[in-house]
């Protein structure tokens, strides 16, 4: 999360970046999408990259930091992004059954987003905060 005095909008948990390191050596390096609805529901969609085309309204939220691993870039939608901009993004990862079309569906386990609001240091550096 802090970072020698940055601040980031996203991070992985230590069992997320393992996961992220088997899926690598599988399928190469990464990316994410965090979907907005309709048929993957609101989850973290992992892609090799350049399966997934990010367009012009697609915004990069951050790139998580794991270790061994090129960044690995994290893209929502600018329409999702209004109402989450305000919120800080942790990719999880638990049992079950992921979307079709994430890489980690057929591994048993699925990834997920633990969301919490911004802090008043966070809300600052992003320039959220009304003074």
């Known amino acids: 999360m802090v970072s020698i005095g940055t601040y980031q909008r996203v991070d992985v948990t230590a069992a997320a970046g393992e ?7 599988k399928h190469g390096p990464l990316m994410f999408h965090q979907s907005g609805g309709c048929c993957d529901g609101s989850a973290p969609m992992c892609y090799p990259i350049g399966m997934f085309q990010t367009g012009p309204s697609d915004v990069l939220l951050g790139t998580l930091d794991v270790n061994g691993l090129d960044d690995i870039e994290v893209y929502i939608s600018e329409a999702q992004f209004e109402y989450w901009k305000f919120t800080h993004i942790t990719i999880d990862v638990v049992p079950g059954r992921g979307s079709g079309f994430s890489v980690e569906g057929p591994t048993g386990k699925r990834f997920i987003i ?6 008043d240091a966070e809300l600052e550096y992003f320039g959220l905060r009304n003074n």
């Open 19 to 25: 996961l992220l390191k088997e899926l690598t050596v």
């Open 114 to 119: 633990r969301s919490r609001m911004l802090n």
